[in-house]
Nanobody, 115 residues
Framework: QVQVVESGGGLVGAGGSLRLSCTTSASSFSITGIGWHRQAPGKERELVARITSGGITNYADSVKGRFTISRDSAKNTVYLQMHSLKPEDTAVYYC?????????WGQGTQVTVSS
């Protein structure tokens, strides 16, 4: 059973920073990409950032220039460094691991940005 575990969420004031971590037990050779998604209350889940196995990254327009996704392949871990946080970034952040056969979701970590 593949596990996906997120950590690093919390409460921060506007303009602050947080770093989220996502660690997976999926075999590294099978991973094609890892993404961070978020879901705010009453809203649909949206893609925030993604990194492919080849290191290509893409970001939602709303976070470009503020968030950075990176990976440590040796640890099967992906990070989401978030700077200049805004109240509208408040959401549950989910890690999504894409493999050759299917994708896996973590349980989510809450990020709350106070104004």
């Amino acid at each position: 059973q593949v596990q996906v575990v997120e950590s690093g969420g919390g409460l921060v004031g506007a303009g602050g920073s947080l770093r989220l971590s996502c660690t997976t037990s999926a075999s590294s050779f099978s991973i094609t990409g890892i993404g961070w998604h978020r879901q705010a209350p009453g809203k649909e889940r949206e893609l925030v950032a993604r990194i492919t196995s080849g290191g290509i990254t893409n970001y939602a327009d709303s976070v470009k220039g503020r968030f950075t996704i990176s990976r440590d392949s040796a640890k099967n871990t992906v990070y989401l460094q978030m700077h200049s946080l805004k109240p509208e970034d408040t959401a549950v952040y989910y890690c999504n691991v894409l493999t050759l056969w299917r994708d896996y979701w973590g349980q989510g970590t809450q990020v709350t940005v106070s104004s």
